[in-house]
């Protein structure tokens, strides 16, 4: 069964929705915890988990230990900042690992064979791609931050928490597209992600 980073992008949508809808923080960010976990645990049998389903596990079962645990404080924290705290520590993974494992090289690996790993189209695509999606996460922790500046505004809030990330999220998913048509190699070899 291959993993598809979109099922890995669940818990974080898990989350906002959850936290979103007025449920206490320990329990969205418990729910986004449990939602990783399932998504990691095949490809943990296997012995080969994603960077992005780890990430998940990890970050969500710390924002519900801090909500628990914390006090009122510390639920009051990751009420408010969780969703910018989730995407912040996605951006920074991504942007960290890009240097020796972009992790839509993971991802890619499942569909090409193993002969292009190393080939330098392969390569590039997958930094690519992932740069672009530490984009994309940067940009909603901006975005979540703002509507946290003016928390009664209700158009702000919707646009900043969830038109911004949906947007974000189609018009990458249109650049993967284009930019795969644009610049596949003529021999057919896959450029990646």
């Known amino acids: 069964m291959k993993s598809n980073p979109l099922v890995s992008f669940l818990p974080w949508i898990a989350f906002s929705e959850a936290a979103g809808s007025g449920f ?9 915890a449990l939602v990783s976990l399932a998504i990691a645990s095949p ?5 080969k988990v994603m960077l992005l389903d780890a990430m998940g596990v990890v970050t969500f079962a710390a924002l519900s230990a801090v909500a628990w645990l914390g006090g009122s404080g510390a639920e009051a924290f990751v009420t408010d900042y969780g969703r910018t705290v989730a995407t912040a520590l996605l951006a920074a993974l991504i942007f960290l690992t890009l240097p020796f494992m972009p992790f839509t090289e993971q991802y890619a690996r499942q569909e090409v064979p193993k002969a292009a790993w190393n080939s330098p189209v392969f390569k590039k695509t997958n ?7 530490g984009g994309v996460f940067a940009l909603m922790t901006v975005a979540h931050l703002i509507a946290l ?16 990330p949906i947007a974000s999220v189609v018009l990458m998913f249109k650049f993967m597209k284009r930019y795969r048509a644009e610049h596949s190699p003529a021999q057919g070899t896959p450029t990646g992600a």
């Open 127 to 133: 930094r690519l791609f992932s740069a672009a999606w």
């Open 149 to 164: 500046a003016a928390p009664a505004n209700g158009d702000l809030n919707w646009i900043c928490n969830w038109g911004v």
């Open 24 to 32: 206490a923080p320990q329990w969205s960010a418990a729910l986004a």
């Open 43 to 47: 490809a943990l049998v296997r012995g």
